[in-house]
């Protein structure tokens, strides 16, 4: 059984920064450590998308256009725990985040193999 726990959500302002955090448990965490990790997002009425993701070593990233030069993804896979850190947050971030794992790069929604419950960012202006 594997499970992604998101924390770090919240309800800042226009310009703030948030760093999301993606622990996971399994049994076999190493097992996680070899899989890629990403963050998605969604907001009602908008599909789910792929905000950033990075592979198992850590050494090759994607991001969405949008979040360019604004949020840096990382991992400690010693701490089995991903993060999202965001930066000069806009109102248009605002969204249900959701980290995932795969085994297929680049990682897309159809190849994600587990996904965390998710959890609300709100920026306000």
């Known amino acids: 059984q594997v499970e992604l726990i998101e924390s770090g959500g919240g309800l800042v302002q226009d310009g703030d ?5 993606c622990a996971w448990t399994a049994a076999s965490p190493r097992a996680i450590s070899n ?10 009425g908008k599909e789910r998308e792929l ?3 990075i592979t198992w070593s850590g050494y090759t990233f994607r991001y969405t256009d949008a979040v360019k ?3 840096t993804i990382s991992r400690d896979n010693a701490k089995n725990t991903a993060y999202l850190k965001m930066n000069s947050l806009k109102v248009q971030d605002t969204a249900v985040y959701f980290c995932a794992a795969g085994d297929s790069w680049p990682l ?10 998710g959890t609300a960012v709100t920026v306000s202006s």
């Open 35 to 44: 899989y890629h990790m990403g963050w998605f997002r969604s907001d009602p």
């Open 17 to 21: 920064s948030l760093t999301l955090s």
């Open 108 to 117: 897309s929604k159809s190849s994600v193999k587990y996904w965390g419950k």
């Open 51 to 53: 905000v950033a993701a």
């Open 69 to 71: 030069g604004r949020f």
